[in-house]
C-alpha cells in the first residue's frame, strides 16, 4: 500500500540525515587530525628552537635554557624536558605545573651536545584547537538541515492542497456530479496537465451523458407515440367489431320487418 506524501518525505529527510552525520563525523575527525598534525610539527618546532638556543649558548647552562624556555609562547599545560644521552633529566620545565594529562612530546637533538630536547602539548589542546571548526561544520549541517526541512514543508504546503483539490473532484465525479470547474493554481506544469486532462475527461463524460439523455428520452417520446397508436388500433378493432355487429343486427331485423311491411300492404289492399 503507498505511503502518504507527507509521510514519504520524513522518511526521506530521515535517510538524509544518516550521511549528514557521517558527514559531520568524517569532518570532526578530519579537523582533529589536521590539529594532532599541526600540535605536533608546533612542538618539533619549539623543540628545534631550543636546541637551536642551547646550541648558541656558550657555555649552557640550566638557568639561561629556563629563562629562555620560559619566554617562550607555549601553551598552558606543555611540558619541556631535556635530557643527556643517558636518560637522565637535565631540565623538565611545565607550564604550569605538570597536570594528570599526558602530554604528547615531540624530541629534537642538540647538535652540539649529546642533549634531547622535547616539548609536549596537551593532548586535549588539538581537540580544543579542531572545536571551531567541528562547531562550525555543526552550524552549517544544521542550517542546511533547516533550509532543507523548511523547503520540504514549502513544497508540501503547495502540492498536498492541490492533490487534496484533485482527489476531491475526482470523488464528485465518482459520484455522478459533473459540475467540477477546477480554478486552483497548480504548483507544477505537470499537475497542470493532469487537472487539463480531467477537465477534458469530465466534459466528454458530461457530453455522453447528455446524449445518453437526449436518446433515452427520444426512446421514451416514441415509446409513447407506440402506445398510443396500438390504443387507436385497438379503438378501430373494437369500432370495427361493433360496425359489424350492428350490420348483422340490422340485417336480421330487417328480414322480418320487409315480411311485416309485405303482409300491412296486401292487408291494405284487401
Do not use: C
Amino acid at each position: 500500500m503507498a505511503r502518504p506524501l507527507r509521510e514519504q518525505f520524513t522518511i526521506a529527510t530521515l535517510i538524509l540525515l544518516v550521511p549528514v552525520g557521517a558527514v559531520m563525523t568524517y569532518a570532526a575527525g578530519a579537523a582533529y587530525q589536521a590539529q594532532v598534525q599541526q600540535v605536533g610539527t608546533e612542538a618539533v618546532n619549539f623543540a628545534q628552537t631550543i636546541a637551536a638556543h642551547i646550541d648558541a649558548t656558550d657555555p649552557p647552562g640550566a638557568v639561561s635554557a629556563r629563562q629562555f624556555i620560559e619566554a617562550l609562547p607555549l601553551p598552558r599545560g606543555s611540558v619541556v624536558l631535556i635530557a643527556d644521552s643517558a636518560g637522565s633529566t637535565l631540565l623538565r620545565v611545565p607550564f604550569p605545573p605538570e597536570s594528570a594529562i599526558q602530554p604528547l612530546f615531540r624530541p629534537a637533538q642538540v647538535r652540539t651536545r649529546p642533549w634531547t630536547v622535547g616539548v609536549g602539548f596537551p593532548a586535549p589542546l588539538a581537540w580544543e584547537r579542531a572545536g571551531p571548526n567541528y562547531r562550525r561544520t555543526i552550524e552549517i549541517s544544521g542550517l542546511a538541515t533547516i533550509i532543507l526541512l523548511i523547503m520540504q514543508a514549502v513544497f508540501l504546503r503547495r502540492w498536498l492542497p492541490a492533490l487534496a483539490s484533485l482527489e476531491r473532484s475526482v470523488a464528485q465525479v465518482g459520484a455522478g456530479d459533473f459540475r467540477v470547474l477546477m480554478s486552483d493554481k497548480m504548483p507544477s506544469r505537470e499537475l497542470e496537465h493532469l487537472r487539463d486532462a480531467f477537465h477534458d475527461m469530465v466534459e466528454k463524460l458530461r457530453t455522453a451523458r447528455e446524449a445518453i439523455d437526449q436518446q433515452m428520452e427520444e426512446e421514451r417520446r416514441m415509446r409513447v407515440e407506440v402506445e398510443s397508436l396500438q390504443q387507436q388500433v385497438i379503438r378501430q378493432e373494437r369500432l370495427a367489431a361493433i360496425g359489424v355487429l350492428v350490420s348483422g343486427i340490422a340485417h336480421e331485423l330487417n328480414n322480418p320487418l320487409q315480411t311485416i311491411s309485405g303482409f300491412s300492404e296486401l292487408l291494405q289492399h284487401d
